[in-house]
């Protein structure tokens, strides 16, 4: 019997283009995993392009416009497993902060010709149009959890990414909580780790940018973030920024926004 | 893209840019001025430290704040990271393999792994830096509204000087083998718009400088480039605002800024057998290669001037009013302006990506360029077309690996 590698596809949809560099940045780790999977399909890396079906799909970004609402079918029906990756395809991006505001407002204010535009009213995450086999988080994605990933994928396996809070990183590298020892306002206690828990080890609180923790206690953070002198349209801004349209951000922010 | 050609005459080039639109000038507004590092670097995930330093610039200049000493030396620092990591990724990832006629750079290693190896390598010592001093590469966390969050010690640095080092002497290597490289017969004369400045290579620092002689100051940008909206395309295209088109980027930055580059960017560069200025395009590659060097040159020398700052940041209070910045991305000049209210939350923003600055230039290049090899047949020309837009290492450099051309011969 012969072996035969299996393929790979990168997929960009609405996005900055960030983690699928993050793929290119294995960089020691690249060309032996091309040795070990066929690229068939990464316009960031090659012009080569393989058609389907194809083993695994790494999805990146949003769908924001009825062309690419058609083209993540067609993607799903050509991937026998599809991964999505980065904040844009799990939640929607920065881009879903339209999904709070008026679209042809925005149009006006970025295009003097706003008819040339197709769009849609809302940016959504990937699993909001087709089935997902496994999200993985961050604004952008972490290069080990990506190499866990699919080292998971050719072991059958499921991969090893914990949804717990990025507190458990601190205490994990021994980082003195930046709330507790400087007052700043953190958002790790609802964010998901994989980072490393990055931001207070450079002291800085977490932005949030992987998004909410399997279990989120947002009223006991909320009202810290009062306490520290966070005023309510603040709170709402930092719940609105790559994670935005996440249910369990969304809840938050929504639950804060000044009623008019 | 599409090519008409009438009578053997190419009478229009259209490039259509379909990344869809994601409205970052509209949803700043209302965000509070010490967002926009973080936001706006997700614009680009090749080159957010570009977004972060012009955001800085422009909203330090509303507030009335200027950034210099080993705080000003660090993000240039940083910025020495993002034009290593980027230029090493097109020159070795992208645009290489265009020239040795392999769809891609995992293709091409299959003969040349040493020359992809190198390349990674380079790549990596660039995010090196970008990981220590931003956290990590994309989208760095470290940068704030007048300075960083947190500041290296010497000790962190001297790491990254071996490091810097070692890529300086592949940096050597990269730029003479991409003087071996073959070169289509191609030069235009162009408008070169780059920062400029008396006494430094600008990274975000000086005047814009137009290769005609003039030059104005950042904030009188809307007076000298306009942009405007294409029925083709969902990137909107710059001109001077007296109708030139122009080039901005490595050529730019080299024609008008090349004799401050360092001594051994200086020699690596003429070794190559490049001028003081040069006019094809294709070259690019070489030129990117050169400035790769010097920002590994300038990465040690501003590691062996460091001394920790006291504070890493200084305080900076909102203000009411306009200001702007502009630097040099990996690509060309990036300029933003803002107005904030005296709370410091955003009223306005404007953002003029580099891209959109070349797209007119990209189009005009296109034209003469295929207007001389017709004759080619449609599959060696869409190549060629491609090349000769990853000459600009375009944000949609990776759409380009996908050109859809339509050659229509009426």
Redesign the interface.
């Known amino acids: 019997m012969t072996s035969v590698k299996p393929t790979l596809a990168v997929w960009k949809f609405a996005s900055c283009d960030g983690c699928q560099l993050t793929v290119l940045n294995l960089e020691d780790d690249l060309l032996p995993l091309a040795g070990e999977i066929d690229i068939a399909h990464f316009l960031e890396a090659t012009r080569a392009t393989v058609s389907g079906p194809y083993d695994l799909s790494l999805v990146e970004g949003s769908i924001t416009t009825p062309h690419d609402a058609e083209r993540i079918r067609e993607v799903r029906a050509a991937s026998r497993t599809l991964i999505t990756i980065g904040a844009c395809a799990t939640s929607g991006g920065i881009q879903a902060l339209r999904n709070f505001a008026n679209v042809e407002e925005f149009l006006q204010i970025v295009y003097a010709r706003p008819e040339y535009i197709s769009t849609l009213a809302n940016s959504t995450a990937i699993a909001e149009h087709v089935p997902v086999d496994f999200e993985l988080r961050g604004c952008p994605i972490d290069k080990g959890q990506l190499v866990e990933v699919v080292t998971a994928f050719l072991a059958h396996r499921r991969p090893n990414i914990r949804n717990h809070s990025v507190c458990v990183e601190c205490k994990k590298r021994g980082t003195v909580c930046v709330t507790v020892a400087h007052g700043t306002p953190c958002l790790g206690p609802v964010t998901q780790a994989g980072c490393g828990a990055l931001c207070p080890s450079y002291a800085r609180g977490c932005y949030g940018c992987f998004g909410p923790a399997e279990t989120v206690n947002s009223p006991s953070l909320t009202s810290r973030f009062k306490e520290l002198g966070v005023s309510e349209a603040d709170l709402v801004r930092s719940f609105r920024t790559f994670n935005a349209n996440a249910p369990a951000f969304r809840e938050i922010s929504e639950a804060h926004e000044p009623r008019t | 893209m599409v090519v008409r050609v009438r009578d053997g005459k190419v009478q229009d080039v259209e490039l259509s840019i379909y990344?869809?639109?994601?409205?970052?000038?509209?949803?700043l507004?209302g965000?509070?001025f010490t967002?926009t590092p973080?936001?706006t670097a997700?614009?680009?995930?090749?080159c957010?430290v570009a977004y972060q330093m012009s955001a800085c610039l422009a909203m330090e200049n509303i507030c009335g704040v200027t950034v210099d000493g080993a705080i000003a030396d660090l993000r240039r620092l940083l910025y020495c990271g993002e034009w290593i990591e980027s230029h090493s990724?097109h020159i070795h990832?992208l645009h290489a393999?265009d020239f040795l006629g392999y769809?891609?750079?995992?293709?091409m290693?299959k003969d040349h792994?040493d020359i992809?190896?190198r390349g990674?390598?380079l790549?990596?010592a660039g995010?090196d830096i970008l990981n220590l001093l931003g956290?990590?590469?994309?989208?760095p966390?470290?940068v704030?509204i007048g300075g960083f969050?947190?500041a290296p010690s010497r000790q962190d640095l001297a790491v990254l000087r071996e490091t810097l080092l070692r890529a300086r002497d592949d940096a050597v290597a990269t730029v003479r083998w991409c003087a071996t490289l073959e070169f289509p017969e191609f030069s235009q004369d162009y408008t070169y718009v780059a920062l400029q400045h008396p006494d430094i290579y600008p990274i975000m620092e000086g005047r814009i400088g137009v290769s005609d002689g003039s030059s104005f100051e950042v904030s009188a940008f809307d007076d000298h480039v306009v942009e405007?909206?294409?029925?083709h395309s969902?990137a909107?295209h710059a001109r001077l605002s007296d109708g030139r088109s122009y080039m901005a980027g490595p050529l730019a930055r080299y024609a008008l800024n090349g004799q401050l580059l360092s001594p051994l960017a200086r020699e690596a560069a003429a070794d190559a057998g490049l001028g003081l200025i040069c006019n094809n395009p294709f070259q690019s590659i070489i030129v990117r290669a050169v400035e790769t060097l010097y920002a590994c040159d300038e990465a040690v020398r501003l590691i062996d001037h460091y001394e920790v700052p006291e504070r890493s940041f200084l305080e900076v209070q909102p203000r009411a009013g306009v200001g702007y910045g502009a630097t040099e991305a990996p690509r060309g000049i990036l300029y933003h302006r803002y107005q904030t209210d005296g709370d410091g939350i955003i009223e306005d923003a404007r953002i003029v990506p580099p891209t959109s600055q070349n797209q007119v230039r990209i189009e005009e290049d296109l034209r003469s360029f295929v207007q001389s090899r017709l004759e080619l047949a449609d599959e060696e020309l869409t190549w060629l077309c491609?090349q000769a837009i990853r000459n600009y290492d375009p944000?949609i450099?990776?759409?380009t690996?996908?050109l859809d051309l339509k050659v229509v011969r009426e």
């Open positions: 990344e869809p639109p994601r409205f970052f000038e509209a949803f507004r965000r509070r967002e973080d936001i997700r614009i680009c995930g090749i957010p990724l990832l393999p769809p891609g750079a995992v293709e290693a792994r992809v190896e990674l390598r790549k990596r995010n956290g990590r590469s994309v989208h966390i470290n704030r969050y947190s405007e909206h294409v029925e969902n909107l491609e944000c450099s990776c759409a690996h996908f």
